[in-house]
Structure formats: structure tokens, C-alpha cells
């Protein structure tokens, strides 16, 4: 056999034949492929929320969750019919999973039945209040709204919503969109304008009504209908874009990066999992608001010197 003679490629013309189809180019390969990959798995995999409410008996919690999904994840009891209510230590879960158009989220209600029941303060935040947020904010994303709005004039809405941003400011609670997880001048900008209006103040209703010959999801009243979904009428629309539309995946990512990892070292530090001693590492967790990413959680460690090195 000549040595110069080369054999043919197995995608030349020569070495294809009925049987075998020819070799085809799958085309332009780039990193891009990577987000096709991440949308396949995610589609396959689903997504997962978690939302605990927490408000006095007859706010309209239940109905507010309803609202938000468009769902019956609740069953809310009317008052009177259902006994007495429950201690706020006992915390009840539900979980649900919705599918629309492919995409599958497995969604987490808490509720805190009556929390705050005995405790009738309504021109500010109540000390139970303020000690239960500056506590949480620590743990969880916090979002306060104002419930039944309807039950307000404009400008008690806008009185009362300034009296509760005083309030978390003077008493130092955090709550999200917090400013030091801006990561550029465009988060900057979308999240202050969703700042200025915290506290939401919402309406729930999963009923729909006939308006000017439209269907619209609203609550009826001797005044007239409550669009829920028309911003003239309340802020429900903000607070279904924050906590779905806009910043779903970001709630996601701090709650995971920022506040699971601060409460895992918290835990390490108190079971004393490592052994005191030469090489000790003691483990720090970072501060609420840090300048910086929510996908890099600052560890502070410090090491005791060797009392060998010492002598």
C-alpha cells in the first residue's frame, strides 16, 4: 500500500453510500447555546416559590394570594363560621403547583393566623410590628403592603403609607428591593421608583364583574365596582409585577446567596461542628446591606496563632 496515498475522509463524497447518509454541518456553535441549554432544564425542571402572609384575621390575605396566581390556593373562612383562631406559633403550609403555557412553579403559601389579633394600633406600625420586621428582615425579603385599600381615601392612603415608611426607616428594617443589592444605574432607577411606593397599597378579589362591557376581576360594592387590576383603583398590579414579572429570579437569588448562606454559618458557629484550637476558624456572617453582589456572601474568618510558633 503507497504511504502517500491517504484514505478518504469519512464526510468526503467517496465515503457515503446509500446506507450511510452524508455527514451535515449542525451549524454556528457559541457560548449563546449555553441559554438554550438553561431554558430546556428550567422548562423541564420547573421553578420554586415560597410566600409567607403575614396580617390580622380578615385582611384578606387568602384572598390576596388567590389574586396574585390567579388561583384557588386558598380557602378563605368567613368569620364566624370558623371557630376560634389559631395561635400565631402555629404556622400553616400549603403548596400547589401551576403550569401555565409549559412552564411549572411549585409554589409555597405560609400563613400566620392570628398574628397580632390582640393588638389594635392603626395609625403606624405596632411594636409587635416593628420587633417581628427588624427580626425578619434579617432572615427573608420583605414586602409590606397596605390591605383593603378600598377602605381608605386617597389621601389617607398616601398619609398613612408616609407614616410607614418613617417608621422603617427610623427603626432600620430593610425591605426589599433593599438599595445595597443594586447592581447597576438601571436597577438603580427601577427600584427606587418601586421604593417610593412601599408599602402597596392592594386590593384582592377573585370574582369577575361586567364593566362597560368588559370582564374585569374585581370587588363589588354599594359605591360601585373595585377593579383590581386598574392602577386608578389601588397598586395590585405593582406588586404582582415585582413578585412575578420583574424580580421573581432575584428574590430567588438573594434569598438563596444571601440569606440561606448567613443563616447556614450562623448554625455552623452555634453547633460547633470544627474543633477549637490550633487553625480555629471562626465563621462570620455578612451584614444585611452590603455594597456589593448578592451572589458573593462575605465570610470573615480569623485563625488563632499557633501556640507552638508563640514559644
Known amino acids: 500500500m503507497d504511504p502517500l496515498r491517504r484514505s478518504p475522509s469519512p464526510c468526503s463524497p467517496q465515503a457515503s453510500s446509500p446506507e450511510s447518509p452524508p455527514c451535515e454541518m449542525l451549524g454556528y456553535v457559541g457560548i ?14 420547573g421553578f420554586e416559590f415560597n410566600i409567607m402572609v403575614v396580617g390580622q384575621s380578615g385582611l384578606g ?38 403550569e401555565e403555557n409549559g412552564v411549572k412553579l411549585k409554589l409555597t403559601v405560609t400563613d400566620t393566623p392570628g398574628f397580632g389579633d390582640q393588638i389594635n394600633n392603626d395609625k403606624c406600625l405596632r411594636p409587635l410590628d416593628i420587633e417581628f420586621l427588624q427580626r425578619l428582615c434579617r432572615t427573608v425579603n420583605v414586602v409590606p403592603v397596605i390591605a ?27 425591605v426589599y428591593p433593599q438599595k445595597c443589592f443594586d447592581e447597576d444605574v438601571n436597577d438603580r432607577i427601577l427600584n427606587s421608583r418601586i421604593r417610593d411606593r412601599i408599602p402597596f397599597a392592594v386590593v384582592g378579589a377573585d370574582r369577575e364583574h361586567m364593566v362597560n362591557g368588559r370582564c374585569v376581576l374585581g370587588r363589588k360594592t354599594k359605591w360601585g365596582i373595585i377593579e383590581v387590576e386598574n392602577m386608578a383603583h389601588c397598586e395590585f398590579p405593582l406588586l404582582r409585577d415585582l413578585l412575578i414579572r420583574s424580580h421573581l429570579q432575584d428574590l430567588k437569588d438573594i434569598t438563596h446567596n444571601v440569606h440561606y448562606e448567613n443563616y447556614r454559618v450562623i448554625r455552623l458557629n452555634q453547633s460547633h461542628v470544627l474543633p477549637r484550637g490550633p487553625g480555629w476558624v471562626n465563621l462570620a456572617p455578612a451584614p444585611p446591606c452590603q455594597p456589593s453582589s448578592p451572589g458573593l456572601t462575605k465570610v470573615c474568618r480569623w485563625a488563632q496563632d499557633n501556640s507552638d510558633e508563640d514559644s
Open 32 to 45: 449563546e447555546a449555553v441559554l438554550d441549554q438553561l431554558k430546556i432544564k428550567a422548562m423541564k425542571m
Open 61 to 98: 390575605k387568602s384572598t390576596m394570594v388567590n389574586t396574585l396566581f390567579k388561583s384557588k390556593m386558598w380557602k378563605s373562612t368567613p368569620p364566624g363560621l370558623g371557630g376560634p383562631t389559631p395561635q400565631t406559633l402555629q404556622l400553616h403550609s400549603v403548596t400547589h403547583v401551576i
Open 148 to 174: 383593603r385599600a378600598d377602605s381608605l381615601t386617597i389621601e389617607e392612603r398616601e398619609a398613612f403609607r408616609r407614616r410607614i415608611q418613617h417608621n422603617l426607616k427610623t427603626h432600620s428594617i430593610e
